[in-house]
């Protein structure tokens, strides 16, 4: 059996909706928070049981009979994620799980600036350190990306720190290739990338929006401290704008910068490229 954990989110259940598709649903089972949330899988023959990684009893029930069991990472900054982790890496391990998937963070080793690294770092540890099997699926940025580009459509400007080359990947392709990981027979030990083909830049993107628009789309690179000041006057708490201007620091010390073609591989096609992605979400 193979269980997914964070089903009824958005990486977590597209990826349980792509392992529906190559294994039998009494072979798949999801630990969720709330079962009443999974009721769709369960209707479709889906093993649904109660689980969360502050409870660890119930993740053991939750993980039981599992061969693989799926770790989506948790995203809560306030929350103790490595505490959380390596509690939810005790369970499968005392479920009997023979192979552990976790899904971390492209760039995630030492010295990367952006600092929810330092979770995914030390969860690899955990994993290392667990005696059993273990996949880290270094997922690339998969964020929507008109919240990576900011109001360009309004501004005709992309105004953002300086940064560097990044490969932005689709979270939908992200969740097939996930799937397709867990249901091969290929068998992948320790951390493996999964990005789209390319890594770009803002200036990349500036490009691609101005041939997809007709309309010249400016790159301006703002000073560290000018961005953080205009986060703020925006109403994002300041803590929060120093997070993420360490996200720009690490792509443009190189840290997202390798396009690994691994998910191309395992889709059996090309990924979705930043600009399929944004010409889809151009008003026509």
Known sequence: MIVVTGATGGLGGATVEHLLKRVPADQVGVSVRDVAKAQHFADRGVRVRQGSYEDPAALRDSFAGAEQVLLVSGNDPAADLIGLHRRAVEAAVEAGADRILYTSQQGAVPGNPYRPSDFHVATEAVLADSGVAWTALRNGA???????????????????????????????????????????????????????????????????????????????????????????????????????????????????????????????????????????????
């Open 142 to 284: 998969y964020g929507p990306l008109d919240q990576v580009l900011g109001p360009w459509q309004r501004t005709g400007v992309i105004a953002k720190p300086e940064d560097g080359p990044v490969p932005y990947t689709d979270r939908a392709d992200t969740a097939e290739a996930t799937a397709a990981v867990l249901a091969g027979d290929r068998r992948f030990d320790g951390p493996v990338n999964l990005t789209a083909r390319a890594a770009l830049t803002f200036d990349d993107l500036a490009e691609i929006v101005s041939d997809l628009t007709g309309r010249t789309i400016e790159r301006v690179v703002l000073d560290d401290d000018r961005w953080i000041a205009d986060q703020v006057a925006t109403g994002v708490p300041e803590q929060m704008a120093r997070l993420m201007l360490t996200y720009y620091q690490a792509a443009r010390a190189g840290y997202f910068a390798e396009a690994d073609p691994l998910m191309a591989e395992l889709l059996g096609r090309e990924p979705r490229t930043a600009a399929d992605r944004l010409a889809a979400a151009i008003p026509a």
